[in-house]
């Protein structure tokens, strides 16, 4: 059941979003002995902080270090998708970037990915040498340019990797410590920061590679010109237009309520100073993934708005990454305990 594990070089994708895929099992450490037996959990949490949560896994081969940030929002529902703006990402209000990887000024990220880079800062591991954070593992045991360490995220997770990653930079040299050679691989991320903390994003990680399924609604998310592709995105069906939900109080086709959605983003990026939303190697490391449309297929006796979000889920769904990238679907419920 194992994936081919990554040797020397940059890590490959099938490995980046299958560590990715396990940030949602239980059992982490039994299910990289399951699907990446040459990788370890080397610092795991004692529990997740306000719903956010990662682990840090080592290849026992290379030596390699990876940073594995769970996402969120697996089950779409349209309560659950508009929630997901004002809450998981709350894009409406953006926040200074406090982390300058770059010369560039007036870079900001969303108040969400704030709130959610908090909460990885926060996680900490207990054993007998007592409480442990993310960055104090790191500091110890990846100084330096000769050690490798790859922070990789699905959906929400790939959103908070791109701001994590700069921030650990950030960290390593408040420490005055040199850091390790850091990569990023982002899949189905939605944008986390304006252009200008986005053009210092990507000359910081120039390696970086973002990968997005060109049906996955999630990575359109925060830009307002793509909010509004979502509601022609599945043609010939299930069409959004043909779909009614409430919206503010009000009945309104799918397509309308996301023209609607996408209007307030504009909005409020006129009211943050005109800050801009847009998404990462935008110039270069950006890996559109094309699937097969008979992959994703809904039950046409269901509600069209059943068969809408079922659609946009299956898109979007880890396995449905790991099948185009060659791997090899992960089953945390099959995953045999491991103590």
Known sequence: MSTNPDSGGQMTPDVAMTLAS???????????????????????????VRGNYAFIARNEVTGRYAVAIRGSLLNFSWGAFYNWFEQDFNIFEQVDWQYPVGPQSGQKISQG??????????????????????L??????A????????????SLGGNLATVFAPWLLYAFRQHSIPPPSLNVYTFAAPPAGNTQFVGAYDAAFPDSRRYFNTLDIVPMASVPASIMGMGVLYYPEPQA??????????????????DAIALLVGASEIENDNSSYSQ???????????????????????PLVVQ?????GCEHGHDTYLRLLGAPPVDCEQVPFTP
């Not at 990289?32 to 997740?48: E, G, I, N, R």
């Not at 104090?136 to 045991?141: A, S």
């Not at 009614?244 to 309308?256: F, I, K, N, P, Q």
């Not at 809408?308 to 946009?312: G, I, L, M």
């Open 22 to 48: 396990i940030t949602y099992c239980a059992d982490i450490r039994g299910a990289l002995k399951t699907y990446l037996p040459d990788w370890s959990a080397v610092w795991s949490p004692d529990a997740a």
């Open 113 to 134: 990915s704030s709130d959610g880079l908090d909460d990885l800062t926060e996680l900490q591991q207990t054993d007998e040498a007592g409480a442990t954070t993310m």
């Open 136 to 141: 104090d593992y790191l500091l110890k045991y």
């Open 143 to 154: 100084p330096g340019a000769k050690q490798s360490v790859a922070v990789v995220g699905h």
């Open 241 to 258: 237009s043909e779909i009614s939900v409430t919206y503010d109080g009000m009945t309104v086709t799918l397509a309308e309520a996301f």
């Open 280 to 302: 990462t190697n935008v110039e270069g490391g950006s890996v559109p993934l094309n699937p097969d449309d008979s992959y994703c297929q809904t039950d046409p006796s269901d």
């Open 308 to 312: 809408w979000f079922e659609k946009a």
